[in-house]
């Protein structure tokens, strides 16, 4: 089992549409949570961090249940801009390496 | 500020040669950690450094793979010999002590092995 898996995609949603990505992450002793977000051959960009509580960023909400080990992104009214792939990261251990899911690719078309 | 920076930017190299990849951090990040990704894969771990000292290389594939960060600034990963299974995306980060689970990576190098 992967330690961190994500919805495969590709998902394609026209402008303003709501989009909701899913992950469940293995190691239950996983630390701190993020979103990333990496465009076409770019590096990868962190989105935002992910508290228990769950949080927001204007157009961007994220939940994390630690019970189910599962974290969400959800993305409000989608733009162009938003086109991407959305990559689930969690750290497990005490010296912050980062464990990837492979990404969910986003297109929003006009 | 300026962000990480890597070179080259792109590498085509024969199998069994060398190659050497740069890695400068943010200035003032003491943690600089190198991922990669091969096709089709998802970015994985290759080390963690803290300063010059190696916290974690629980992640290099094998004894072909060296990194080095002398006097704790740039950090350098040497690949001797290139096998064709090396070929990937090659990304260093960086972070503050204080807020290490947030890194910041730099655009990476793209490495193909023939």
Not at chain 1, 10 to 29: I, K
Not at chain 2, 6 to 16: N, R, T
Not at chain 2, 77 to 87: C, F, H, I, N, Y
Request: glycine letters at 8%; aromatic letters at 12%.
């Amino acid at each position: 089992r992967k330690e961190v898996e994500q919805d495969p995609g590709p998902f394609n949603v026209p402008e303003g549409a709501t989009v909701a990505f899913n992950c469940t992450y293995s190691n239950s002793a996983s630390q701190s949570f993020f979103w990333y977000r990496q465009d076409c051959r770019k590096e990868p960009k962190l989105l935002m961090s992910v508290y228990s509580s769950g949080n927001e960023d204007g157009r961007f909400t994220a939940q994390l249940n630690r019970a189910s080990q599962y974290i969400s992104l959800l993305i409000r009214d989608s733009k162009l801009s938003d086109s991407a792939t959305y990559l689930c990261v969690v750290n497990s251990g005490s010296n912050y390496k980062l464990t990837f899911g492979k990404g969910t690719l986003l297109t929003v078309n006009p | 500020e300026a962000g990480v920076t890597q070179f080259p930017s792109h590498s085509v190299i024969e199998k069994g040669q060398t190659v050497t990849l740069r890695c400068d951090p943010i200035s003032g990040h003491d943690n600089l950690y190198w991922y990669r990704r091969v096709m089709g894969k998802e970015i994985k771990f290759l080390l963690h450094f803290v300063k010059e000292s190696k916290q974690d290389e629980s992640g290099m594939p094998n004894n072909r793979f060296l990194a080095e960060r002398t006097g704790g600034t740039y950090s350098t990963l040497k690949v001797q010999p290139a096998e064709l299974e090396d070929s990937g995306v090659y990304f260093c980060a960086s972070s503050q002590v204080a807020r290490r689970g947030e890194q910041y990576f730099g655009p990476g190098t793209r490495l193909t092995v023939t």
